[in-house]
């Protein structure tokens, strides 16, 4: 079952504006993930924020994490008609030690940026 | 630095036929993760590997679908009998394997449709 959920499910702005997105979980987690696809690229991995962070950036990309809410908020500063594409939160649990992490992936935003 | 690689991108087959994917990762990537994604949904962890060792296939269906990976480097997805419901898009990702804030590469997938 997926752990995260996504919310708005889609999300229609113009260009030059704000977008937010958040993201809800059930369990405990070592790090939560956002990753974008559009048809273009494919899932690209944009940013990851640890359980013990509460806020991150990268570019335009401004990440939060609640870890008592278990709760994440995704804001693309800005927007152009490129951001446009369907975003997903995931969630590491951890595995093994001395393996990889281990993602689930939420239901994911849609975003659509307009000219 | 090459990405990961899959074929074929498009699959159409009849229920009960069966169907092979391929997937070649970053060179140097001990993980390999094969997801499945659902149009609408996230995608979903199928198997991980690590080198040529499975790590979990919890959520594998077991009776239809098998998955290899000789020699720890490409790795195949095998489904017999294919059925209506496993029209997906089929994701093949890679890792270094090094720790818990790994990135995930994605490939472009492997679209497939059942009849």
């Known amino acids: 079952s997926q752990q995260g959920e996504e919310d708005p499910q889609a999300l229609s702005i113009q260009e030059g504006e704000n977008a937010t997105m958040n993201c809800s979980y059930k369990t405990s987690i070592n790090n939560l993930q956002w990753y974008r696809q559009n048809s273009g690229r494919g899932l690209v991995h944009l940013i990851l924020?640890?359980?013990?962070?509460r806020e991150k950036h990268s570019g335009r990309l401004r990440v939060t994490l609640d870890t008592s809410k278990k709760s994440s908020s995704l804001l693309i500063t800005a927007s152009r008609a490129a951001d446009t594409a369907s975003y997903f939160c995931a969630t590491d649990e951890g595995g093994l030690v001395g393996t990889a992490s281990k993602l689930t992936f939420g239901t994911g935003t849609r975003l659509q940026v307009t000219l | 630095e090459a990405g990961v690689a899959q074929s074929p991108r498009y699959k159409i087959i009849e229920k009960r036929q069966s169907v092979a994917f391929w997937c070649n990762p970053i060179s140097g990537h001990a993980t390999l993760y094969w997801y499945q994604q659902i149009l609408g949904q996230g995608p979903k962890l199928l198997i991980q590997?690590?080198?040529?060792?499975?790590?979990?296939d919890s959520q594998l269906p077991k009776d239809r679908f098998s998955a290899e990976r000789l020699k720890g480097v490409d790795s195949t997805l095998k489904i017999q009998p294919a059925k209506l419901e496993d029209s997906a898009v089929y994701l093949c990702?890679?890792?270094?394997?090094?720790?818990?804030?790994?990135?995930?590469?994605f490939g472009p997938g492997t679209r497939l449709t059942v009849l």
């Open positions: 924020i640890r359980s013990n962070e």
């Open positions: 590997f690590q080198n040529n060792g499975v790590v979990d």
């Open positions: 990702a890679s890792s270094s394997g090094r720790g818990a804030t790994d990135t995930q590469y």
